[in-house]
C-alpha cells in the first residue's frame, strides 16, 4: 500500500527524499516486526503509527513540489504572454515596452535607452563623457 503512494509521490519529483522516506519506514516496521519489546496487537499500532507519519511527510513533499510546479507555470506563462494582469495600465505599459523594443536594433541600443531612462548604472548616476 504504501509502495503505491510512493510510487505516485515520485511523480511530482521528490524522489530522492521519497525513497529516504521509504527506506526508513521499510526499517522502522522490520525492526518493529522482529521487536520483543511489543505484543502482536502493539506492533501493527507501531507500524501504523509510523505509516501515518511517513505518509504525511510525503504529502508535505507532494504539495512542495506541486508548489513549485505552480509558480515555474505562472513564470513561464508571463514569459510567453506578458503579465498575468489586465488592468488598462499593465496592457498599455506593455504594449509600449514591445513597441519600444522592436525599434531597437542592438544591444547596445537597449543599453543607451535604458541608460536614458534611468539615469544610473548600479545605483549612481553615469554620465557620458
Known sequence: ML?????????YGKGDQALGLRER????????RNSDQFTEVGKRLEIAKRYVDTRK???TLR???RAAVEAQRVQLQRGLFGPLDTSPETVASHRAAHALAEQLESKDDALKELLS???SVGGSHHTEG
Open 3 to 11: 509502495t503505491a503512494y510512493l510510487e505516485r509521490v515520485n511523480k
Open 25 to 32: 519506514f521499510t526499517t522502522d516496521a522490520e525492526l518493529i
Open 57 to 59: 511527510q510525503l504529502d
Open 63 to 65: 504539495e512542495q513540489f
Open 117 to 119: 531612462r534611468t539615469g
